[in-house]
């Protein structure tokens, strides 16, 4: 078995304040795989990837990277930090520089690359991210969407093993929250892991190859997206809605209009071949529709 | 504050060499400085006022109203200078009588205060000039370059944007709060602003505890490092400044320190 990048085990975590956010949390992350976190608001998503990077310290339990435990010393942590990055939910707390070329190389220079290697990798990273017209913009007359973009920009730039994500699409407009995604699944094709947080679940349901689903700091579910979003019990807990892929397959198997049997179709277009397979009758009719 | 940032970042020159503005800016603002004199200091005011709304094209009207308001300031603090106080005799252009004091202006107090107004307008103009073609980014490289301690100018760059911050969070909170009423009445006013001050800090404080998370995960080891970008020196500038700020001595040896 491969070991995991990071692993969490039995994570516990109480706010000063003794709002108990996390109560024994267990999850796993392995190189290329892409991981949805579903949870209502205050569920405790974005405090358990504060424990990933080092930044909150777990009260109980542990936190392994690559099958070793932190032992938050300083050098541990920095090894860790290198590894996994985060962007964090507010794209205001990340960004601090005063402009954007600046805040996206802060991370490569700390990483110790010499001036020319940052700035090579930050201009990659905003071209990725689709700010290079940005560059010299000072950060506080950014748009929204344009600071999330700039703080996932300052991360790509570390080139980290792991990455984070907390609501990365939040308030990004459609086309922007696609490319987003996109930019995702190549992260994902170049071996590294992700970890998204999400309230979106026809999003999580097609991207994610497996699902945790966080309540009142707990894991009450996890396992592949198909298996989990059957769980109609689990979802109502977290007060999430089926994705309407699912939601479809349900209804036309049940009205019998496709077998029963049919395994869950993992997004819209192979529940649409499905649907097409299944009514040959329907089949020249659906494509005269298209060309008529 | 938001205005002149506005633009040092938007204006013509905000792609020159930043050490050519700071030797501009460090010259003439000596210059006026040393030789006081009211042509020297009326020559600086309009060669930068020139530099501002000409060459960075920083349009009239903001550039007039960013002026207006040290100048009011000057007129107020030089009117206590023109006007003269004294027990004896004098030659007053414009005189009041107060029991045994004469209170009035004479020609060598309004020369005095005319002085000292154009040459402190003169000094501000220069100001300007820096801070409206200057971004903070760029002023970062020039100070690293004068070899200021990294610790002040981290310290200014944090403080720069934590300036920004507040303001934003303190437009925010005053948005909701009048969106919702708060500033109605007096007294509604007075409550909401307090609050506005109490929340200001409370979220201030957590804002700048958030930031410092996320420098730490980005690898944060106690300094701040920045690429500065690399510019070019002119040496059409560096003569453009030699001329100008050479002319303006020349004045005022031709005219005799006046
Ligand atoms: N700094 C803090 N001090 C005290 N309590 C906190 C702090 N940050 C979060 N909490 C509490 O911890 C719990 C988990 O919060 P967390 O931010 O992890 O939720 P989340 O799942 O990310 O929610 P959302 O979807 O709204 O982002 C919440 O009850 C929250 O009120
Ligand atoms: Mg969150």
Known sequence: MVTPVIETRELTYTYPDGTRALRGINIKLTAGQKIAVLGSNGAGKSTLFLHLNGILRPQGGKVLFRGSEIRYHQRDLLALRKNVGIVFQDPESQLFSASVLQDVTFGPINLGLPQNEALTAAKEAMRQTGITNLESRPTHFLSYGQKKRVSIAGVLAMEPAVIIFDEPTACLDPGMALKTMALLDELSRQGKAIIMSTHDVDRAYDWADYVYLLQDGGVIGEGEPQHVFLRQDWLDRCDLKCPIVVETYLELTASGLLPVNMPVPRNKQELFQNIRNASPASAPLLKTVRHG | MLLIDHYAYSNKLSTVHPGEKFIFFVATVTICLALNSLATSLAVILLTGAAVILLARVPWQVYLKL?????????VGVLTVAVTFTRNEGEFIWAVQLGSFTAGVTPGGLEFAGKMFL????????????????????????????????????????????????????????????????????????????????????????????????????????????????????????????????????????????
């Open chain 2, 67 to 75: 002026m207006l308001l040290p100048a009011s300031f000057l007129v």
């Open chain 2, 119 to 258: 040459r402190s307008l003169g000094a501000v103009s220069c100001l300007y000039f820096l801070a409206l073609t200057t971004p903070v980014t760029q002023m970062v490289g020039v100070l690293r370059w004068l070899r200021i301690p990294s610790l002040v100018i981290e310290l200014m760059v944090l403080i720069y944007r934590f300036i920004f911050i507040l303001l934003e969070t303190a437009g925010h909170i005053y948005t909701a709060q009048s969106s919702r009423l708060g500033y109605r009445n007096v007294r509604t006013g007075f409550h909401s602003f307090s609050q506005l001050v109490l929340s200001l800090f409370v979220k201030s404080y957590r804002q700048s505890q958030t930031v410092y998370d996320a420098l730490l995960a980005r690898c944060y080891d106690g300094r701040l490092n920045f690429v500065e970008a690399k510019y070019r020196w002119s040496w059409v500038n560096i003569a453009l400044i030699i001329a100008a700020d050479g002319a303006l001595t020349a004045c005022w040896l031709i005219a005799g320190g006046v």
